[in-house]
């Protein structure tokens, strides 16, 4: 509490922003987690926001904060830091946020997020400021995200497949019903211990940048269930478009390839996770969706729905990294 007492206002605006920012990334990726469940009717859309926003919460007590130390640290160079940058960085993701939300298109948060902090800090301090390790090891899992997820969904597929030929087709039915909800769990504790880490280095850093946290960059524990706490409380409040296409208009799915989906999606986050990758749970759900519609065939895909949403990704970083330098400089003036 000693920190929260000498907080300046200043600072607390932006430390608000980015729990907003937070908020509506759990708004925003809440599909990520549930579509699978909601469009195979294995949960209503009210219980499976519930669901997954309890998931979410629960990997406080599971996960480390590596995700949070690489955006806090190893983006842009946190020693030039300052609360302009950071306003611009929250403003540029938020921005692209709900313009994505808002025509159903599932981009990457956590992409706008690292678009939105590369920008501002550029505009800041010149290309110098770019931590290149970290910003060429996020932009491969652009890439490599979708792609793990896909094979290993389609791996999942064949696998189970074969496990369960003999079963009938309710004794299979019912199986994956349970699995699908366990594995749907565990894709939200992913999506909780990746995408509410993001927002805990940028809070983090700027605490930093102020003197608030010593000379030793880490993350206050208060940052942390503030954090968890914020994104939760998104995810409750649904994202019911982006449910739509994530989980009906790329592939019409079944319990089977709901398990198979999200089991893919956790497992690519987890080993993220674990190495203090932020990637995309968008991106690697999508892939993950995409990966169990080829496996049954290539034409149960819609690839037009699937070509639209990886064009969103291209230009997520572009874009947010555009607005969060444009408001930059705009901080700058006042």
Known sequence: MSILASVTPLVLILVAMALAFDFLNGLHDAANSIATVVTT??????????????FNFSAYWLFGLKVAETVGKGI????????QVIFGALVGAMTWNVITWWKGIPSSSSHALIGGLLG?????GGM??????????????????????????????????????KATAKAAEGIFKKLHLVSAAAYSMGHGANDAQKTMGIIAVLLYSQGLLGPTFHVPTWVVISCYTAIGLGTLSGGWKIIETMGSKITKLSHHQGFCASAGGSITMFLASSLGIPVSTTHTITGCVVGVGAARRAS?????????????????????????????FIATKF
Do not use: C, E
């Open 128 to 165: 110098g400021v770019i931590v290149w390790k970290g910003v060429n090891t996020t932009t491969t899992w652009i890439v490599l995200s979708p792609m793990v997820g896909m094979f290993m969904s389609m791996a999942l597929v064949l696998l189970t497949s074969w496990l369960f030929m």
């Open 41 to 54: 009717r294995l949960l209503t859309p009210v219980q499976a926001v519930i669901f997954a926003a309890f």
């Open 120 to 124: 501002a800090g550029v505009a800041h």
């Open 76 to 83: 842009v160079n946190k020693d030039v830091i300052t609360p």
């Open 300 to 328: 149960a895909v819609r690839w037009s729905v699937a070509q639209r949403v990886v064009i969103a990704w291209l230009i997520t970083i572009p874009a947010s990294a555009a607005v969060g330098a444009t408001f930059y």
